[in-house]
């Protein structure tokens, strides 16, 4: 049997994973080109098995640990997506780089570009230590934190 065969079979298998691994954007086709790139390894312990004539069959051996290995890391890739799925509501790879909460957009604080100068409604959050509950605070409130407060100016002209 001529070894050329199945290595390039293997290096073509092995490369279509790679492109599945670097291109795709769903978690569940990514582990699919993972499983697709370990399938071309035992394709290519399997032939060089049979090439070099070993009476062991260690090529064969290692084959089936490598297929057993893939299978557990199927079934704990698959339940890591679909706690994802269940946290984040997709399994694109793009929708899970945030470390943040889903639904935790509150704590963020508004962009530079979004608060007018001078407003104080859209001045953003204010530190843990000055609001107390450690979320958003509305414009009077931080004013009142500050000391800026309705009081503090009518108590200087009274």
Do not use: C, K
Request: charged share 15%; glycine share 12%; hydrophobic share 50%.
């Amino acid at each position: 049997m001529h070894i050329v065969y199945p290595a390039v079979v293997s290096a073509l298998l092995f490369s279509i994973g790679v492109y599945g691994v670097l291109a795709r954007r769903n978690t569940i086709l990514v582990l699919m080109s993972v499983e697709l790139m370990l399938n071309a390894v035992n394709l290519n312990l399997v032939a060089f098995d049979v090439w070099l004539g070993d009476r062991l069959h260690s090529g064969q051996v290692l084959t089936l640990f490598v297929i057993v290995i893939a299978a557990a890391e199927v079934g704990l890739g698959l339940a890591i997506v679909l706690a994802l799925f269940r946290n984040r509501r997709t399994v694109e790879l793009d929708g899970l780089r945030d470390l943040a909460e889903p639904g935790d957009d509150a704590a963020e604080p508004a962009s530079p570009a979004a608060v007018a100068p001078g407003d104080a409604a859209n001045s953003g959050p204010v530190s843990g230590e000055d609001a107390g509950n450690g979320g958003p605070v509305s414009g009077e409130d931080a004013a009142a934190i500050r000391g800026e407060g309705a009081g503090s100016r009518q108590g200087g002209r009274a």
